[in-house]
T-cell receptor
Framework: NAGVMQNPRHLVRRRGQEARLRCSPM?????VYWYRQLPEEGLKFMVY????????ESGMPKERFSAEFPKEGPSILRIQQVVRGDSAAYFC??????????????FGPGTRLLVL | RKEVEQDPGPFNVPEGATVAFNCTYS??????FFWYRQDCRKEPKLLMS???SGNEDGRFTAQLNRASQYISLLIRDSKLSDSATYLC????????????FGKGTLLTVNP
């Protein structure tokens, strides 16, 4: 049973370009969470999605960031017009959903975004 | 005040030492508590949950004091492989399932 998959693992963009980060949850998981870890900082919640629904996006910057989790395919975190401050590790986690206990979130290996 | 605060570290200890990590949380509605481990440039992985009565898993002991809003992790007989960043993680009722992470404390166990 494959774990949470994220790609690309490393992404380099120039300022002003777009970044697309993909996350495939574990098989059977329908809940996806995105977290961001800035250099020397802890992970910060960004957004929580279920299939075709954004449940909680309270951690997402108001501009340039968007997320989706379509009926088919991976969840996508999209950053438009990237700036240097977007350089970070972006982790996706998934859970079967419903428990609300937190401990059933399984993390992917992360995408490290570097903005030049 | 930060939602979850940890010892800033880093901790450097010799093999076999006992090391303790401390963590405080600000949200009194917090209901679940965890210690995660994060190796350099890797994803966080659940080390253990923390229960009100305290719990032990081999060389690892976790304690929770709800009145003081304080969590601890004790590692006995530390091994080289324990070198990692230890993350205190809290889940609050009504938080829509999101985990709140502390900044982490780096531990290096030296031979």
């Amino acid at each position: 049973n494959a774990g949470v998959m994220q790609n690309p693992r490393h992404l380099v963009r120039r300022r002003g370009q777009e970044a697309r980060l993909r996350c495939s949850p574990m098989k059977g998981h329908s809940h996806v969470y995105w977290y961001r870890q800035l250099p020397e900082e802890g992970l910060k919640f960004m957004v929580y999605l279920q299939k075709e629904n954004i449940i909680d996006e309270s951690g997402m910057p108001k501009e340039r960031f968007s997320a989706e989790f379509p009926k088919e395919g991976p969840s996508i975190l999209r950053i438009q017009q990237v700036v240097r401050g977007d350089s970070a590790a972006y982790f996706c986690a998934s859970s079967p959903g419903g428990s609300g206990s937190g401990e059933t979130q399984y993390f992917g290996p992360g995408t490290r975004l570097l903005v030049l | 005040r930060k939602e979850v605060e940890q010892d800033p570290g880093p901790f450097n200890v010799p093999e076999g030492a006992t090391v303790a990590f401390n963590c405080t949380y600000s949200n009194s509605a917090s209901q679940s508590f965890f210690w995660y481990r994060q190796d350099c440039r890797k994803e966080p992985k659940l080390l253990m949950s923390v229960y009100s009565s305290g719990n032990e898993d081999g060389r690892f002991t976790a304690q929770l004091n709800r009145a003081s809003q304080y969590i601890s992790l004790l590692i006995r007989d530390s091994k080289l492989s324990d070198s990692a960043t230890y993350l205190c993680v809290v889940f609050a009722r009504g938080s829509n399932y999101k985990l709140t992470f502390g900044k982490g404390t780096l531990l290096t166990v030296n031979p």
